[in-house]
């Protein structure tokens, strides 16, 4: 069973400070990967996704993350943070294998303090 | 505006009753699904949907039941059976194939007491 790990559950930095948010995944075969971000009274929202092809991907407000087949990783990262990503960042995989299920991580609070 | 959405956002209910959240899409998406919230386990898969008339559980189908009579509504009920009823419940629609992207409604925090 395909499953999804983020290491921090809460993360505390101040504004321009780089973020780099943990994931790591279990199933070995062909996977797709999301992030989503959750800002405060907002519902979820697609942060960036990989499906194949270059594995560093670039999402919306200046995120990126990177594939790493080999350590099973897809860390989220954003070099300046600001006030504003104050927000709970779920980490995602999907396979075909797992019947096209969509299965979260357990999240991570981050909170830009201005 | 196309898009998913659930009613009430806030329900209230004694233990012992069943109740119904619903979820309809405007979205002509294929497959949809329930999700639970919880503080620190992220969010956790009821149950899905991938075609009309059709559905499988998720990891914590328990105490649950839904129905997909139509392609637009997914509704989820809430039985008596559930141990621990009080939660965020999420409702999201995709197109199928694994690189769909799911889009979410904005949830239906259910209380119970």
Known sequence: AQSVSQHNHHVILSEAASLELGCNYSYGGTVNLFWYVQYPGQHLQLLLKYFSGDPLVKGIKGFEAEFIKSKFSFNLRKPSVQWSDTAEYFCAVRSKAAGNKLTFGGGTRVLVKP | ?113
């Open chain 2, 1 to 113: 505006d196309g898009g998913i959405t659930q009613s009430p956002k806030y329900l209230f209910r004694k233990e012992g009753q069943n109740v119904t959240l619903s979820c309809e899409q405007n979205l002509n998406h294929d497959a949809m699904y329930w999700y639970r919230q919880d503080p620190g386990q992220g969010l956790r898969l009821i149950y899905y949907s991938q075609i009309v008339n059709d559905f499988q559980k998720g990891d914590i189908a328990e105490g649950y039941s839904v129905s997909r009579e139509k392609k637009e509504s997914f509704p989820l009920t809430v039985t008596s059976a559930q141990k621990n009823p009080t939660a965020f419940y999420l409702c999201a629609s995709s197109t199928t194939g694994p690189n769909s992207p799911l889009h979410f409604g904005n949830g239906t925090r259910l209380t119970v007491t």
